[in-house]
């Protein structure tokens, strides 16, 4: 069974970096698209941003500039480097795929998430 395996996230002071990492488990996926949402606290959940199987990218706007997203294949691992946190970066962060359809904003089109992992960054 697929399983998406998430590290990384801690506690960070404003201006600092984290990376988030995803790790596939229990098999191989293709024709996919991986993401990383957000949830804080009383908000809805959001998407940071998406890669696709072709390597194609996309994030969301609060982010772009500081926030990479990136994939090793080799290793069947996504990553999301976050550079320059704010504290309205503070969130659950959660790795998500949608296998076999290309990338989306809507949380409830991905079939596999992870169990998340918490950012939480301090002004």
């Known amino acids: 069974q697929v399983q998406l395996v998430e590290s990384g996230g801690g506690s960070v002071q404003a201006g600092g970096s984290l990376r988030l990492s995803c790790a596939v488990s229990?098999?191989?996926?293709?024709?996919?698209?991986m993401a990383w949402f957000r949830q804080a606290p009383g908000k809805e959940r959001e998407r940071v941003a998406t890669i696709s199987d072709n390597g194609r990218t996309s994030s969301e706007d609060s982010v772009k500039g500081r926030f990479t997203i990136s994939q090793d294949n080799a290793k069947y691992t996504v990553h999301l480097q976050m550079n320059s946190l704010k504290a309205e970066d503070t969130a659950m962060y959660s790795c998500?795929?949608?296998?076999?359809?290309?990338?989306?904003?809507?949380?409830?089109?991905?079939?596999?998430w992870g169990q998340g992992t918490q950012v939480t960054v301090s002004s």
């Open positions: 998500a795929a949608r296998l076999g359809a290309a990338c989306t904003l809507l949380a409830n089109q991905y079939n596999l």
């Open positions: 229990g098999g191989t996926v293709s024709g996919y698209c």
